[in-house]
């Protein structure tokens, strides 16, 4: 009976003794991952202490979803099983995205001498949208009345190349007519 204490005391005692640590997602948060092109933003984690220590050595899984909207590792599968260096860092290397759009999260566990700490990685991915050439040149043509507009605009607003007399301040020049709401532009 006395041992089975003594074993229960030694056990509590080193895993109270144990640092606590955590993991810290450095990259690949919030990627947009593209479809067509087989590009994705390979997580990194650091595994550091309450202190902010790296641990080398800890055992760091990554975990994609299997099924639905996801990416696969270098081996081609949705896990990969990586040691941290002497940093604490460890990267999901060869990360590609399958061919399904949406958003899914990547669960890392970190475990080191019997602890274990988690995060998750949130990436998205997307098939990117490809314009038609006449959809380009009518994006080119509204930026190119878009400028006129807008330099139209502000030679207007200094007076149209006018000598000017200066008005108090706080008091718009004359002709000027504020009004809130959407503008609209017009000849003058």
Same mark, same amino acid.
């Given at each position: ?7 229960? &005391?030694?056990?509590?005692?080193? #895993?109270? !003794? *144990?640092? %606590? ?6 990259? =690949?948060? +919030? ?17 550091? &202490?309450?202190?902010?220590?790296? #641990?080398? !050595? *800890?055992? %760091? ?6 099924? =639905?909207? +996801? ?118």
């Amino acid at each position: 009976m006395g041992w089975r204490l003594m074993l229960f &005391t030694i056990l509590v005692w080193r #895993v109270s !003794g *144990a640092e %606590v640590f955590r993991v810290v997602v450095l990259e =690949g948060d +919030g990627a947009i991952n593209n479809i067509r092109l087989q590009r994705a933003k390979e997580p990194v984690v650091r595994v550091e &202490t309450e202190s902010g220590s790296p #641990v080398q !050595g *800890a055992v %760091v899984h990554f975990a994609a979803p299997s099924q =639905g909207a +996801g990416v696969v590792f270098s081996d081609g599968g949705p896990t990969a099983t990586i040691v941290t260096d002497s940093e604490g860092r460890a990267t999901g290397r060869g990360l590609r995205p399958n061919k399904t759009p949406g958003r899914f999260e990547i669960r890392v566990t970190a475990s080191y001498q019997g602890l274990s700490a988690t995060a998750r990685i949130v990436q998205i991915n997307a098939e990117p949208i490809e314009l038609s050439k006449g959809s380009a040149k009518k994006i080119a043509i509204l930026a190119i009345i878009g400028g006129a507009a807008a330099g139209g605009a502000a030679f207007a607003a200094r007076g149209g190349g006018k000598s000017v007399a200066a008005a108090p301040p706080g008091t718009p020049p004359a002709g000027t007519v504020i009004t809130p709401g959407t503008p609209i532009l017009g000849a003058p």
